[in-house]
């Protein structure tokens, strides 16, 4: 056989031979199809629209906290403390108080597998001056997150999200 075969009729039975022009079509079709699909369920808020993201338990990757205690004397203090085992990271805003002023600081805390403590304190605002410095260790299996006040009758309120390892 030579020269271009000529096809008399799109294909009805499963061993039939196509044209191109029926395939490229019959994609066509496929394409706007699927098109239209994801199109309108995405915008009808359907959940079976790709992509697809499973729900996730915050519990069981994050966990609020909350601590506060007062500091009679200048000193370091633990303000906060949390099991390593569960909790690798966290972020946390750490605010001091003492007489009229105000402190407020976000801190990040995260360990690696040999328990170096990373800390970063990436915002800090205060009403007069400086009332503490922050810092983060690691001491028999607990994170710390210890303040320094530089003023007597503190009040050290700590609070932020534990990050799963």
Do not use: C
């Amino acid at each position: 056989m030579t020269g271009a075969l000529t096809l008399s009729a799109d294909p009805v039975n499963n061993l039939h031979a196509a044209t191109k022009q029926y395939v490229d079509q019959a994609e066509t079709d496929a394409v706007a199809s699927a098109n239209s699909y994801t199109d309108g369920a995405i915008l009808a808020g359907n959940a079976v629209a790709e992509p697809v993201y499973a729900a996730i338990d915050f519990n069981g990757i994050a966990k609020n906290v909350a601590a506060s205690l007062s500091v009679p004397t200048t000193g370091t203090v633990t303000a906060y403390e949390w099991n390593h085992n569960g909790f690798t990271s966290g972020k946390f805003t750490v605010k001091v108080a003492a007489g009229t002023h105000t402190e407020l600081s976000e801190i990040l805390v995260t360990t690696d597998t040999s328990n170096n403590v990373h800390f970063t304190e990436y915002g800090m605002v205060g009403t007069n001056g400086s009332l503490s410095t922050i810092s983060a260790d690691f001491d028999s299996n607990k994170i710390r997150i210890r303040v320094t006040t530089l003023n007597n009758n503190s009040t050290v309120v700590v609070a932020g999200t534990l990050i799963g390892s």
